[in-house]
């Protein structure tokens, strides 16, 4: 049932009041038709209490914009969204249409630094793979909106399929839906990966959740069950007392990774959290992640507080992402057989007060027993 501007309400109760469903909440599709936009087919999700958000159907099924209650969840790079058309694989040329947002996806068959792989590689140019992969340059198929009742419930959703295929080599399919439900401040992503082809293919796969402000703000805290924390770099390592904190914007600041290892509960299932406790005059503002540690051993804490620049992100991963060449040499590399595939969720949540902070730190602290 859900909770509607302080009274939760029957779908009887609603439907009297409304003419159609929309005026409430939902989704609906949208095309983009501005300059190095144009084309992407988009979905827009309204949960009726202010958590809206966008799918990018024509960028792999990600999270661009998202907003609660006009305040952005997420961070957004001066690129703007940029049509899949646009794309370069090469180097580190994935930037060009890297635009931040709620949830961006890394792989599917690798992921992470632009590396050298044998010359007779087909996958990338002479051998050299760019940094993560195709899957969120790649448009969706057979994209499905729709929405229905279950119960008192109001479940809205996009389904669709990408596919990452290149004859002679990869051919791996992406079947992603992303449920809404109105009155609930919650996202969840439903992913299952399936090598389509007949002979072993190479998996890296990575939920790039990208944060700014205001929800960033300095003193912004990290809460993770952390049992060990590993610097990616030299520079990272210098700052590793203060991973748990974000500050102020800084001037020429460069990014500092840091690796976690996250307790999990008995069903192997983990979580992360991001909160502002002294936002909106104390309110506090924050959000978390949960997703399954099985499939997604390893999590990455990206910070970057430039001016401009100023951003984190928490990235859930099946890899690192120090190139596929390293995992492969570290044991690390998920290799899938023909026919078989990987299923992965990301259940993400706002949380829009004090008590919803407190809760939620208690949750994570449980994991950290």
Same mark, same amino acid.
């Given at each position: 049932?859900?909770?509607?501007?302080?009274?939760?309400?029957?779908?009887?109760?609603?439907?009297?009041?409304?003419?159609n469903?929309?005026?409430?909440?939902?989704?609906?599709?949208?095309?983009?038709?501005?300059?190095?936009?144009?084309?992407?087919?988009?979905?827009?999700?309204?949960?009726?209490?202010?958590l809206?958000?966008?799918?990018?159907?024509?960028?792999?099924?990600?999270?661009?914009?998202?907003?609660?209650?006009?305040?952005?969840?997420?961070?957004?790079?001066?690129?703007?969204?940029?049509a899949?058309?646009?794309?370069?694989?090469?180097?580190?040329?994935?930037?060009?249409?890297?635009? +931040?947002?709620?949830?961006?996806?890394?792989?599917?068959?690798?992921?992470?630094?632009?590396?050298?792989?044998?010359?007779?590689?087909l996958?990338?140019?002479?051998?050299?793979?760019?940094?993560?992969?195709?899957?969120?340059?790649?448009?969706?198929?057979?994209?499905?909106?729709?929405?229905?009742?279950?119960g008192?419930?109001?479940?809205?959703?996009?389904?669709?399929?990408?596919?990452?295929a290149?004859?002679?080599?990869?051919?791996?399919?992406?079947?992603?839906?992303?449920?809404?439900?109105?009155g609930?401040?919650?996202?969840?992503?439903?992913?299952?990966?399936?090598?389509?082809?007949?002979?072993?293919?190479?998996?890296?796969?990575?939920?790039?959740?990208?944060?700014?402000?205001?929800?960033?703000?300095?003193?912004?805290?990290?809460?993770?069950?952390?049992?060990?924390?590993?610097?990616?770099?030299?520079?990272?390592?210098?700052?590793?007392?203060?991973?748990?904190?974000?500050?102020?914007?800084?001037?020429?600041?460069?990014?500092?990774?840091?690796?976690?290892?996250?307790?999990?509960?008995?069903?192997?299932?983990?979580?992360?959290?991001?909160?502002?406790?002294?936002?909106?005059?104390?309110? +506090?503002?924050?959000?978390?992640?949960?997703?399954?540690?099985?499939?997604?051993?390893?999590?990455?804490?990206?910070?970057?507080?430039?001016?401009?620049?100023?951003?984190?992100?928490?990235?859930?991963?099946?890899?690192?992402?120090?190139?596929?060449?390293?995992?492969?040499?570290?044991?690390?590399?998920?290799?899938?057989?023909?026919?078989?595939?990987?299923?992965?969720?990301?259940?993400?949540?706002?949380?829009?007060?004090?008590?919803?902070?407190?809760?939620?730190?208690?949750?994570?602290?449980k994991?950290?027993?």
């Amino acid at each position: 049932m859900p909770n509607l501007f302080g009274k939760s309400y029957t779908k009887s109760e609603i439907m009297q009041r409304v003419g159609n469903i929309d005026q409430i909440g939902g989704a609906k599709k949208l095309m983009l038709t501005e300059g190095n936009t144009a084309g992407i087919e988009a979905i827009e999700f309204r949960n009726g209490n202010g958590l809206d958000f966008t799918v990018l159907a024509g960028r792999g099924l990600d999270i661009s914009e998202a907003s609660y209650r006009g305040q952005s969840l997420c961070w957004r790079s001066h690129t703007g969204d940029v049509a899949a058309a646009y794309y370069d694989s090469l180097g580190f040329q994935w930037l060009r249409n890297f635009y +931040g947002g709620l949830m961006l996806t890394c792989g599917m068959s690798w992921a992470g630094a632009p590396c050298k792989e044998d010359d007779e590689c087909l996958e990338g140019f002479n051998g050299y793979l760019g940094i993560h992969g195709h899957v969120s340059n790649t448009p969706a198929k057979n994209v499905c909106v729709d929405g229905e009742w279950q119960g008192d419930d109001y479940v809205y959703w996009v389904q669709g399929k990408v596919t990452e295929a290149q004859v002679f080599a990869t051919n791996l399919e992406l079947t992603r839906k992303i449920v809404g439900k109105l009155g609930e401040n919650t996202i969840r992503v439903y992913d299952r990966v399936e090598n389509k082809g007949w002979s072993k293919q190479d998996h890296m796969y990575l939920y790039h959740c990208n944060l700014g402000f205001p929800l960033i703000e300095g003193g912004t805290e990290y809460l993770f069950p952390a049992k060990s924390t590993t610097p990616r770099t030299e520079l990272a390592s210098k700052h590793i007392d203060t991973w748990r904190e974000f500050p102020a914007p800084t001037k020429d600041q460069e990014e500092w990774v840091y690796y976690h290892d996250l307790g999990a509960d008995a069903d192997g299932h983990t979580m992360a959290a991001f909160v502002n406790r002294e936002h909106d005059g104390g309110k +506090g503002f924050g959000i978390s992640f949960k997703w399954d540690k099985k499939v997604m051993p390893y999590f990455i804490q990206w910070k970057m507080p430039a001016q401009g620049t100023y951003v984190t992100g928490l990235e859930p991963a099946n890899c690192h992402v120090d190139s596929r060449v390293l995992d492969r040499e570290e044991g690390r590399l998920v290799v899938l057989e023909p026919g078989e595939a990987r299923e992965y969720f990301l259940e993400i949540n706002v949380l829009t007060n004090q008590e919803e902070i407190t809760a939620t730190e208690a949750l994570v602290r449980k994991l950290m027993a």
